[in-house]
Nanobody
Framework: HVQLVESGGGSVQAGESLRLSCIAS????????MGWYRQAPGKAREMVGQ???????YYADSVRDRFTISLDSANDTLYLQMDSLKPEDTAMYYC???????????????RGQGTQVTVS
C-alpha cells in the first residue's frame, strides 16, 4: 500500500518562495509517477505537475516558469519548488502517485493528506 507524506507548506508574501516535499513509501516496483494537485476553497482540484521515473515532467500552464518539480527516485521523494508565488496559488497542495506505471494522462490515484499554502 502506497503512503505519501507531504511537508513544507506555510504562509508567505506574494513574490516569495516555498518548497514542498513528499516522501513515498510502499512502492513494490521501481517505476512510478508522482505529482502535485492543489485545491482552493470553492474551486475544482487542479493538477499542478507530475514527474515519472521514466524522466517525464509535466506542468500546468498556470505554474509553468514559476514552479519546478523534481523527483529523487533513489529516495522516493518528490519536491515542488514554488517561486514568485501569487495569491492565486493559495490552496491545499496534495502529493499523489500511481505506482507500477509511467506518467500519462491518467489521474494519480494515491494521495497524501495535503499541506496548506497561503500567499498574501
Amino acid at each position: 500500500h502506497v503512503q505519501l507524506v507531504e511537508s513544507g507548506g506555510g504562509s508567505v508574501q506574494a513574490g516569495e518562495s516555498l518548497r514542498l516535499s513528499c516522501i513515498a513509501s510502499g512502492y513494490k516496483y521501481r517505476h512510478y509517477c508522482m505529482g502535485w494537485y492543489r485545491q482552493a476553497p470553492g474551486k475544482a482540484r487542479e493538477m499542478v505537475g507530475q514527474s515519472g521515473t521514466e524522466g517525464s515532467t509535466y506542468y500546468a500552464d498556470s505554474v509553468r516558469d514559476r514552479f519546478t518539480i523534481s523527483l529523487d527516485s533513489a529516495n522516493d521523494t518528490l519536491y515542488l519548488q514554488m517561486d514568485s508565488l501569487k495569491p492565486e496559488d493559495t490552496a491545499m497542495y496534495y502529493c499523489a502517485a500511481n505506482p507500477n506505471t509511467y506518467c500519462s494522462i491518467a489521474p494519480l490515484q494515491y494521495r497524501g493528506q495535503g499541506t496548506q499554502v497561503t500567499v498574501s
